[in-house]
Antibody
């Protein structure tokens, strides 16, 4: 059974960084890409980036370039998304999702979501 | 890159059909047959309903169908049921090797 289990909720100060983890079930991590998608309160879905663990390559949405780092630890089948220089607009639920398809563009399994609150 | 354009809301009565549109550009929807649709009930993670324009994952009812013409993709739900209520999002692969979502459409079953 495919599972993506994310770390718990975080409260951060403006200007700080947050690192969210996503542990994947065996068989997922070395075969599929892991994407990160966020959803601000009452807003839509926003794709942030993707990592392909088997080749350790990450691609980021232009909006987050310079502020986001997505990494993968194959030894623990865990992906991480770190977002820096946090501002109040970064308050959102952050999801990891398994990317499927030839270019990993559709997301068939999702984590439970991690609420990140940015507040002074 | 701007989000794909979806109507904010659609509605229909049980048993009817509704169609949700998703308009992009020649850099995303128009370039690839890589449009997906997601259903998101309140407070839950999105669920994949359609991938690669018109394919249904296992377990998704055949009442859900997808299509595409030019820069616009569509999701049609036939035989509307109360359980179909929720937010629907389209997404597309882009020429920049990224993924872009639509703004979302709230489906209300009257």
């Amino acid at each position: 059974q495919v599972q993506l289990v994310q770390s718990g909720a975080e409260v951060k100060k403006p200007g700080s960084s947050v690192k969210v983890s996503c542990k994947a079930s065996v068989g997922t991590f070395n075969t599929y890409a892991i994407n990160w998608v966020r959803q601000a309160p009452g807003q839509g879905l926003e794709w942030m980036g993707v990592i392909i663990p088997i080749i350790n390559t990450a691609i980021y949405a232009q909006k987050f370039q310079g502020r986001i780092t997505i990494t993968a630890d194959e030894s623990t089948s865990t992906a991480y998304m770190e977002l820096s220089s946090l501002r109040s607009e970064d308050t959102a639920v952050y999801y990891c999702a398994r990317g499927n398809g030839a270019v990993a563009d559709f997301f068939d399994y999702w984590g439970q979501g991690t609420l990140v609150t940015v507040s002074s | 890159q701007s989000a794909l354009t979806q109507p904010p809301s659609v509605s229909g009565s049980p048993g009817q059909s509704v169609t949700i549109s998703c308009t992009g550009t020649s850099s995303d929807v128009g370039s690839y047959d890589r449009v997906s649709w997601y259903q998101q009930p309140p407070g839950t993670a999105p669920k994949l309903m359609i991938y690669e324009v018109s394919n249904r994952p296992s377990g998704v009812p055949d009442r859900f169908s997808g299509s595409k013409s030019g820069n616009t993709a569509s999701l049609t739900i036939s035989g509307l049921q109360a359980e179909d209520e929720g937010d629907y999002y389209c997404s597309s692969y882009t020429t920049s090797s990224t993924v872009i979502f639509g703004g979302g459409t709230k489906l209300t079953v009257l």
